[in-house]
């Protein structure tokens, strides 16, 4: 297969965590026989220091002649720390997921056996856990008109939903989870907001034609205290865009580090893959950034594209990496490697690709070298 991958390395640790990423699928390639065509762009605070725009418009022209989109992180402490900047990085990633009609956000959340005990949850409480969270992606508060008083002393945002944003996205998780263990569970505030009337008005009616999958209703306070108390109950997550923002950053803390989740976003003509962790401004240059959100969100571009094959190989040697506790300082502080060392262990383990390890150097492991001969 061919693919045109355009690259938004953007802010902070983006570009080293997108270039082990891009290490990974040029392994896929390789073993696999595919082509892949990257092609690098500026988005976010860098975008803006070079050109005053977080989005140029040949960013965006890139990505709507690409075949999918690999983003990095946005975000920089200079527009963090002024509420003041018109012009800020987000704008940036909110403006390209409406222009490619990125509506459906993925993120995946595993508890890796590997990993149980990174997490401040109970082993007893994550093992097993599994569960997939469909977040709607350009509705709600975060596009809604806004409103700043001319004295700056009130201000407003407004959540707006319309009958045709909410099925489109409850079509393609009633689908998701028809493919796993047939539950929906929808996440709103429907005592309290309108928009959340309609969501559940809306989701049950879509519901009709998936008798199959099972249905059931939180609160998001509730959920939020569920995913803590008993995430094991959770299969497919369906939710509006700032709940979805919330609820799937709380879910990181499952398998032990932000550094782990990937997510994908598409829409009916293009898509994009991100690890879900933000520009970590503070480990910039520093070799310690964890690339797996990265990596794993390039198996989720596979997955995109029907390379399943493709997209398990790479999952099995990011389970290899934990399993040889080959991470950064984030899972293991006293034996950590380097960002680029997790991104080279991953993908020679996808060029081995031997499953009865003999390309293994057991003795190197022990000591923090190559695993490989």
């Given at each position: 297969?061919?693919?045109?991958?355009?690259?938004?390395?953007?802010?902070?640790?983006?570009?080293?965590?997108?270039?082990?990423?891009?290490?990974?699928?040029?392994?896929?390639?390789?073993?696999?026989?595919?082509?892949?065509?990257?092609?690098?762009?500026?988005?976010?605070?860098?975008?803006?220091?070079?050109?005053?725009?977080?989005?140029?418009?040949?960013?965006?022209?890139?990505c709507k002649e690409s075949d999918a989109v690999l983003f990095g992180a946005i975000g920089d402490p200079k527009y963090d720390?002024?509420?003041?900047?018109?012009?800020?990085?987000?704008?940036?990633?909110?403006?390209?997921r409406k222009e490619l009609g990125l509506y459906a956000n993925l993120r995946p959340i595993q508890a890796f056996d590997t990993l149980l005990d990174k997490s401040p949850l109970k082993r007893e409480i994550i093992e097993g856990v599994d569960m997939l969270i469909y977040r709607e992606l350009t509705g709600g508060i975060y596009f809604g008109e806004k409103y700043l008083s001319k004295d700056g002393t009130v201000a407003s945002d407004l959540c707006e939903y319309s009958q045709m944003e909410?099925?489109?996205?409850?079509?393609?998780?009633?689908?998701?989870?028809q493919g796993r263990r047939n539950k929906l569970t929808l996440v709103d505030k429907a005592n309290v907001l309108e928009t959340s009337r309609l969501w559940r008005r809306v989701v049950t009616n879509v519901a009709k034609d998936y008798p199959g999958v099972a249905l059931d209703?939180?609160?998001?306070?509730?959920?939020?205290?569920?995913?803590?108390?008993?995430?094991?109950?959770?299969?497919?997550?369906?939710?509006e865009n700032?709940?979805?923002?919330?609820?799937s950053d709380e879910g990181s803390v499952i398998g032990?580090?932000?550094?782990?989740?990937?997510?994908?976003?598409v829409g009916d003509q293009h898509a994009l893959f991100e690890p879900i962790h933000g520009s970590y401004p503070q480990a910039k240059g520093r070799d310690i950034a964890n690339p797996i959100a990265a990596i794993l969100s390039a198996a989720m571009l596979l997955d995109h594209f029907g390379l399943k094959t493709e997209a398990e190989a790479v999952r099995k040697a990011v389970s290899r990496a934990l399993e040889y506790n080959i991470v950064t300082p984030d899972l293991?502080?006293?034996?950590?490697?380097g960002t680029d060392h997790v991104g080279d262990t991953i993908a020679n383990?996808?060029?081995?690709?031997?499953?009865?390890?003999?390309?293994?150097?057991?003795?190197?492991?022990?000591?923090?070298?190559?695993?490989?001969?």
């Open positions: 297969m061919k693919l045109k991958i355009a690259l938004l390395t953007g802010d902070g640790i983006g570009p080293e965590v997108i270039s082990q990423a891009v290490k990974v699928l040029k392994a896929i390639a390789d073993v696999f026989d595919h082509r892949f065509e990257f092609k690098a762009a500026l988005v976010g605070a860098i975008a803006i220091e070079k050109t005053g725009n977080p989005l140029p418009d040949a960013t965006l022209a890139l720390t002024d509420p003041d900047a018109k012009v800020r990085p987000e704008q940036g990633l909110l403006k390209l909410i099925e489109r996205i409850a079509h393609l998780a009633f689908k998701s989870a209703f939180l609160f998001v306070d509730n959920a939020a205290m569920q995913m803590i108390l008993n995430p094991r109950q959770f299969d497919v997550i369906l939710t700032l709940f979805g923002d919330i609820i032990g580090s932000i550094g782990l989740l990937p997510s994908a976003s293991n502080v006293i034996r950590n490697f383990t996808i060029l081995a690709n031997d499953e009865s390890n003999n390309y293994m150097n057991h003795e190197n492991i022990n000591i923090g070298k190559s695993i490989f001969f």
